[in-house]
């Protein structure tokens, strides 16, 4: 059973602190790793990753991955109360023909505090 | 473009009752996909569909059945409902070609089964 893993569970900062939100992955076959921010209600994409070592840059969001150690990074630099959120990682299997059924992590809920 | 939005918003029901939540796209996404997210368990899919007038299982798909009659619509039933399937349902859609693994989800409908 594909297992995708994220920590920590939840986090709280002041604003202006670097986070770091982790990852792992087990899964069968892989073929790329999604971030998706979570607010008050739908998930938003942030990133897709598919090739190891390549960072992905967005503002003061960036992301990695790491596919022989099986886990991917989420950094926020500079956080600010409006990264308040849940952050979701999912695992996207190879395109077989079907559609692309992505495996969520639990996700990690962080809270920026002034 | 309204992108991906879900009627009702927020149900309470009885058990045995019966309800349908509905789901609309206006991306011309050939992919709908419909998950269920609970504290702790992440977002788990319950069926999607790969095109007009198909459909198939996810993770969790016991007690619901769904409809994809029309490419742009996706229909999530409840034949009897159970207090385990409070929850807050999220419709999701993407694109059909490879490569694009990105799911566009909608706001959210939650769910109290009494």
């Known amino acids: 059973e594909d297992k995708v893993v994220q920590s920590p569970l939840s986090l709280v900062v002041h604003e202006g602190d670097t986070v770091t939100l982790n990852c792992s992955y087990e899964?069968?076959?892989?073929?790329?790793l999604l971030w998706y921010k979570q607010e008050k209600k739908a998930p938003t994409f942030l990133f897709m990753l598919?090739?190891?070592?390549i960072e992905k840059k967005s503002g003061r969001l960036s992301s990695i991955l790491d596919k022989k150690e099986l886990f991917s990074i989420l950094n926020i630099t500079a956080t600010q109360t409006g990264d308040s959120a849940i952050y979701l990682c999912?695992?996207?299997?190879?395109?077989?023909?079907?559609?692309?059924?992505?495996?969520f992590g639990t996700g990690t809920r962080l809270q920026v505090t002034l | 473009n309204a992108g991906v939005t879900q009627t009702p918003k927020f149900r309470v029901l009885k058990t045995g009752q019966s309800m349908t939540l509905l789901c609309a796209q206006d991306?011309?996404?050939?992919?709908m996909y419909w998950y269920r997210q609970d504290p702790g368990m992440g977002l788990r899919l319950i069926h999607y569909?790969?095109?007009?007038?198909?459909?198939a299982k996810g993770e969790v798909p016991d007690g619901y059945n769904v409809s994809r009659l029309k490419k742009q619509n996706f229909l999530l039933g409840l034949e009897s409902a159970a207090p385990s399937q409070t929850s807050v349902y999220f419709c999701?859609?993407?694109?059909?070609?490879?490569?694009?693994?990105?799911?566009?989800f909608g706001p959210g409908t939650r769910l109290t089964v009494l």
């Open positions: 598919t090739s190891s070592g």
């Open positions: 999701a859609s993407s694109y059909g070609t490879s490569g694009v693994l990105e799911q566009f």
């Open positions: 899964v069968t076959n892989f073929r790329s």
């Open positions: 991306m011309n996404h050939e992919y």
């Open positions: 999912a695992v996207a299997p190879p395109n077989t023909g079907t559609a692309s059924k992505l495996t």
């Open positions: 569909s790969v095109g007009e007038g198909t459909t």
